[in-house]
């Protein structure tokens, strides 16, 4: 089990003359029980990368260090045993630099990867001298130093100056919003110490002290809350009856299995939706509950969400129940808490974890999800009562970055701006802007040359003309006419489907649609989109193919083909009137599984059908069958306006072993319906109505893996 390793940058004022210039590093190494590593020897291995994350290296160098009492490394980088590169030639200046950095905690050269990060600043000594100081870059050289917006600002209001013949006076007025004093050097030594500072522990209102991590721009606490009260003191209350749960409307906390001797450390808490939104605030001060745009961010800077969930994870087995790849490349060190369900009952423990958020669509909650099987990161909103692991965010502060480039002592602004600086008011115009001497000597002011340039130039007189004879020549603009008949052509073309679509719904109001089984169903035309109105319920692709049958748990985790299969496996008492649940790879099979002419519906066609039924937040009432005969109360707003008929069918998940009835679950809770988009390799979207709510959700969330088993809703082409 390797140690972790907390490392800190120390970046003191360091001067020109100082001959060799180095970065001194500290690092205190811990075991993955937070204990220090103490008086043991140690091979290090230091690279500065160029670019990005993923960057080539400049430079590398190794040492072999022994830790203190106190788990602390000291030394400077810049002064190891060199690998590769050059010190004194790295370009700071040029672009972002990282350090990445490599351990072998047996002393030996067999280096492991212990985490990159990346230089948020570089000492002032450093920078200056690997920085262009000549005035024959000065436009580039300026804007590094000043934000582009100033620069402007800045040269059109001294061009002003000279043209209205200012004093010396009013011209060191002018400049002096854009000088930049030398004592913002001592500024970013303090930004430096703010974000050294960031990296410490942060300290709930319970006392409770949690380590913390910079990933991108963020400062993310590294562990899972688990403070018992708000900011304000008042308590969040700890429920452990399901009943209760289930019914919450306020905030209120948990432990895994409601056992907090077994599940409190790691995982933290669990959280219902009211907590994390509750204004009184569940986080720290100076930390809140990250949004749905911060976790997207996150996932983003990570490579986004194929791949992300691998550098979030924590490594080896301790707190998932298997390990597939997890590099916990981002520090984030995300553990395998599981959640409680909205039925109050708990799973998942080790297999996923659920990390709640701050943002709510349609009443839903957004949520992020990682499994332990998966490379991705799973997010998508969900019901509010599930339990929830929360993960604090720290508030944005001063931007450094924006801080160093604003950075600029006097000398350097004075060489910078003294081509255009003039000290007295008799210099001439001719002498600021050569550029008018011809009109001058025409006896043209340049304030008059300026005034008929923007009055008229010779590409506007003649496109002027060109349109004019054009005009009279051909009457109408032949653009004109052409968009207009092909406005007329698409309208026709539009009338003529119409008529092919209430035809063919016509013959099928009369005879029902028919698979390839004789299954017959009934349809309803909902808009322009004529749908089934039952559940698929076909035993074989459009071909003649079977579809398989599979009802052993362990065999359908592991399909990659099509499949099918009845609710509980019971077909007696749920093909009529559920239908089959299919996995996405039969629904997707190029062979087809609808009817001729027939298809699974797109993510398309899904939001064609939600936006005529009024949107999100309505369209699901207008799609339920009405009653509680198979749906459970209170089916909320069913009122079956659009004759789809949506029955609670259900779902059949690949985690048989950690969800409840063996893999079944949600049947006449919810109705899921696949689309033919996928999302990924792994997973695929599914549109879900449910008994409590109004809406329709698209969603890829944890049970969106192509091997789930849900129905099929087959519309016209």
Same mark, same amino acid.
């Given at each position: 089990?390797?140690?972790?390793?907390?490392?800190?940058?120390?970046?003191?004022?360091?001067?020109?003359?100082?001959?060799?210039?180095?970065?001194?590093?500290?690092?205190?190494?811990?075991?993955?029980?937070?204990?220090?590593?103490?008086n043991k020897s140690v091979s290090?291995?230091?690279?500065?990368?160029? $670019?990005?994350?993923?960057?080539?290296?400049? +430079?590398?160098?190794?040492?072999?260090?022994?830790?203190?009492?106190?788990?602390?490394?000291?030394?400077?980088?810049?002064?190891?045993?060199?690998?590769?590169?050059?010190?004194?030639?790295?370009?700071?200046?040029?672009?972002?630099?990282?350090?990445?950095?490599?351990?072998?905690?047996?002393?030996?050269?067999?280096?492991?990867?212990?985490?990159?990060?990346?230089?948020?600043?570089?000492?002032?000594?450093?920078?200056?001298?690997?920085?262009?100081?000549?005035?024959?870059?000065?436009?580039?050289?300026?804007?590094?130093?000043?934000?582009?917006?100033?620069?402007?600002?800045?040269?059109?209001?001294?061009?002003?100056?000279?043209?209205?013949?200012?004093?010396?006076?009013?011209?060191?007025?002018?400049?002096? =919003?854009?000088?930049?004093?030398?004592?913002?050097?001592?500024?970013?030594? *303090?930004?430096?110490?703010?974000?050294?500072?960031?990296?410490?522990?942060?300290?709930?209102?319970?006392?409770?002290?949690?380590?913390?991590?910079?990933?991108?721009?963020?400062?993310?606490?590294?562990?899972?809350?688990?403070?018992?009260?708000?900011?304000?003191?008042?308590?969040?209350?700890?429920?452990?009856?399901n009943t209760t749960w289930i019914?919450? !409307?306020?905030?209120?906390?948990?432990?895994?299995?409601?056992?907090?001797?077994?599940?409190?450390?790691?995982?933290?808490?669990? +959280?219902?939706?009211?907590?994390?939104?509750?204004?009184?605030?569940?986080?720290?001060?100076?930390?809140?509950?990250?949004?749905?745009?911060?976790?997207?961010?996150?996932?983003?800077?990570?490579?986004?969400?194929?791949?992300? $969930?691998?550098?979030?994870?924590?490594?080896?087995?301790?707190?998932?129940?298997? *390990?597939?790849?997890?590099?916990? *490349?981002?520090?984030?060190?995300?553990?395998?808490?599981?959640?409680?369900?909205?039925?109050?009952?708990?799973?998942?423990?080790?297999?996923?974890?659920?990390?709640?958020?701050?943002?709510?669509?349609?009443?839903?909650?957004?949520?992020?999800?990682?499994?332990?099987?998966?490379?991705?990161?799973?997010?998508?909103?969900? =019901?509010?009562?599930?339990?929830? !692991?929360?993960?604090?965010?720290?508030?944005?502060?001063?931007?450094?970055?924006?801080?160093?480039?604003?950075?600029?002592?006097?000398?350097?602004?004075?060489?910078?701006?003294?081509?255009?600086?003039?000290?007295?008011?008799?210099?001439?115009?001719?002498?600021?802007?050569?550029?008018?001497?011809?009109?001058?000597?025409?006896?043209?002011?340049?304030?008059?040359?300026?005034?008929?340039?923007?009055?008229?130039?010779?590409?506007?007189? !003649?496109?002027?003309?060109?349109?004019?004879?054009?005009?009279?020549?051909?009457?109408?603009?032949?653009?004109?006419?052409?968009?207009?008949?092909?406005?007329?052509?698409?309208?026709?073309?539009?009338?003529?489907? *119409?008529?092919?679509?209430?035809?063919?719904?016509?013959?099928?109001?009369?005879?029902?649609?028919?698979?390839?089984?004789?299954?017959?169903?009934?349809?309803?035309?909902?808009?322009?989109?004529?749908?089934?109105?039952?559940?698929?319920?076909?035993?074989?692709?459009?071909?003649?193919?079977?579809?398989?049958?599979?009802?052993?748990?362990?065999?359908?985790?592991?399909?990659?083909?099509?499949?099918?299969?009845?609710?509980?496996?019971?077909?007696?008492?749920?093909?009529?009137?559920?239908?089959?649940?299919?996995?996405?790879?039969?629904?997707?099979?190029?062979?087809?599984?609808?009817?001729?002419?027939?298809?699974?519906?797109?993510?398309?066609?899904?939001?064609?059908l939600t936006n005529y039924l009024?949107?999100?937040?309505?369209?699901?009432?207008?799609?339920?069958?009405?009653?509680?005969?198979?749906?459970?109360?209170?089916?909320?707003?069913?009122?079956?306006?659009?004759?789809?008929?949506?029955?609670?069918?259900?779902?059949?998940?690949?985690?048989?072993?950690?969800?409840?009835?063996?893999?079944?679950?949600?049947?006449?809770?919810?109705?899921?319906?696949?689309?033919?988009?996928?999302?990924?390799?792994?997973?695929?979207?599914?549109?879900?109505?449910?008994?409590?709510?109004?809406?329709?959700?698209?969603?890829?969330?944890?049970?969106?893996?192509?091997?789930?088993?849900?129905?099929?809703?087959?519309?016209?082409?």
């Open positions: 089990m390797y140690p972790r390793i907390l490392f800190i940058l120390l970046f003191p004022l360091i001067g020109i003359a100082q001959s060799p210039q180095k970065i001194n590093f500290q690092s205190i190494l811990r075991n993955t029980n937070g204990e220090v590593v103490a290090l291995k230091i690279s500065i990368l160029s $670019g990005s994350i993923s960057g080539s290296s400049v +430079y590398s160098e190794t040492y072999t260090k022994t830790t203190d009492a106190s788990g602390l490394i000291s030394l400077q980088i810049g002064n190891g045993t060199v690998l590769s590169g050059v010190f004194a030639n790295i370009g700071w200046g040029n672009s972002p630099h990282f350090i990445k950095l490599e351990a072998d905690f047996s002393g030996g050269s067999n280096y492991v990867l212990l985490g990159t990060q990346e230089l948020m600043s570089v000492p002032y000594a450093l920078y200056a001298s690997k920085t262009d100081t000549s005035s024959l870059n000065l436009v580039n050289r300026f804007n590094s130093k000043v934000n582009i917006s100033d620069t402007s600002n800045m040269l059109l209001n001294y061009r002003t100056g000279l043209n209205n013949k200012v004093n010396i006076a009013d011209t060191s007025s002018m400049l002096n =919003p854009y000088l930049r004093k030398s004592d913002s050097i001592i500024a970013d030594l *303090q930004n430096q110490d703010k974000l050294l500072q960031s990296f410490s522990n942060v300290i709930d209102i319970d006392g409770n002290s949690y380590k913390t991590v910079k990933i991108g721009s963020q400062i993310w606490m590294s562990e899972n809350l688990k403070t018992s009260r708000y900011r304000n003191g008042n308590l969040i209350p700890i429920v452990t009856d019914g919450l !409307s306020t905030g209120a906390r948990c432990w895994y299995d409601n056992d907090s001797t077994l599940y409190e450390y790691p995982y933290g808490n669990l +959280y219902n939706k009211y907590a994390s939104l509750d204004n009184r605030g569940i986080c720290p001060e100076g930390w809140s509950v990250p949004s749905e745009n911060n976790w997207l961010s996150l996932i983003d800077f990570l490579g986004g969400y194929r791949i992300a $969930g691998d550098k979030l994870k924590s490594t080896g087995n301790t707190y998932w129940i298997e *390990q597939r790849g997890s590099n916990n *490349q981002s520090g984030f060190s995300a553990s395998g808490g599981g959640t409680r369900w909205d039925e109050g009952n708990f799973a998942g423990e080790s297999s996923f974890t659920f990390y709640g958020s701050s943002s709510v669509n349609n009443l839903l909650y957004f949520a992020v999800i990682l499994v332990y099987h998966a490379s991705y990161v799973d997010y998508g909103f969900l =019901p509010n009562i599930l339990g929830y !692991s929360i993960r604090c965010l720290k508030d944005p502060e001063i931007d450094i970055n924006q801080s160093l480039n604003l950075k600029v002592n006097i000398a350097d602004t004075s060489s910078m701006l003294n081509p255009y600086l003039r000290k007295a008011d008799a210099i001439s115009i001719v002498e600021t802007d050569p550029f008018f001497n011809t009109s001058i000597a025409k006896g043209i002011t340049a304030i008059d040359t300026a005034y008929w340039n923007r009055k008229i130039n010779i590409s506007d007189t !003649s496109l002027m003309l060109t349109n004019y004879r054009n005009g009279l020549n051909n009457k109408v603009n032949f653009s004109d006419t052409a968009n207009m008949l092909a406005n007329y052509k698409s309208i026709i073309a539009d009338l003529q489907k *119409q008529v092919e679509l209430l035809s063919s719904y016509t013959s099928l109001l009369a005879s029902g649609l028919v698979d390839i089984d004789g299954n017959n169903y009934p349809v309803v035309k909902i808009g322009n989109q004529i749908w089934m109105k039952e559940n698929l319920k076909v035993g074989r692709y459009r071909n003649g193919d079977s579809i398989p049958i599979v009802t052993d748990n362990v065999a359908w985790s592991g399909l990659t083909t099509g499949a099918r299969c009845w609710y509980n496996n019971d077909s007696t008492s749920y093909e009529v009137p559920y239908g089959n649940l299919y996995n996405w790879y039969a629904a997707a099979d190029a062979r087809g599984i609808c009817p001729t002419g027939w298809h699974v519906p797109s993510d398309a066609d899904w939001t064609v009024g949107g999100e937040s309505v369209a699901g009432g207008k799609m339920k069958s009405i009653g509680n005969t198979l749906w459970e109360s209170p089916n909320l707003d069913a009122n079956n306006e659009s004759g789809f008929s949506s029955l609670p069918t259900g779902i059949r998940t690949e985690n048989y072993e950690r969800e409840p009835n063996n893999g079944f679950g949600f049947i006449g809770k919810y109705a899921f319906f696949w689309s033919s988009n996928e999302t990924a390799s792994c997973c695929a979207y599914y549109f879900q109505l449910f008994s409590d709510l109004s809406i329709i959700s698209k969603t890829n969330n944890y049970f969106g893996t192509k091997k789930v088993g849900v129905a099929v809703r087959c519309i016209i082409n």
